[in-house]
């Protein structure tokens, strides 16, 4: 059973900084692709940075230059830094996976942007 597990969420100031973590139960070199998603409520869930295994990143440009996604090879675990934050920035935050055909979420932690 392959496992996601995010943490890091919280409450923040805007112009704060949060750094989510994703921890894999697997290699992280066997997920061809992973990414960070957030559904904040009464939206649909979107992209927000996305990391293929040969390095390329993409963001959308809502979060491009604040956002940045990486991953430690060592721990299996995957991080998106997110700087100056914004109101706008607020919701459920979902690591995702793809690999080998299938595709893994995990729980999912909240992010609070207010004042």
């Known amino acids: 059973q392959v496992q996601l597990v995010e943490s890091g969420g919280g409450l923040v100031q805007p112009g704060g900084s949060l750094r989510l973590s994703c921890a894999a139960s697997?290699?992280?070199?066997?997920?061809?692709?992973m990414g960070w998603y957030r559904q904040a409520p009464g939206k649909e869930r979107e992209l927000v940075a996305s990391l293929i295994i040969g390095g390329s990143t993409n963001y959308p440009d809502s979060v491009k230059g604040r956002f940045t996604i990486s991953r430690d090879n060592a721990k299996n675990t995957l991080y998106l830094q997110m700087n100056n934050l914004k109101p706008e920035d607020t919701a459920v935050y979902y690591c995702n996976g793809r690999r080998f055909g299938s595709e893994y979420w995990g729980q999912g932690t909240q992010v609070t942007v207010s004042s």
């Open positions: 697997r290699n992280i070199f066997s997920f061809g692709t």
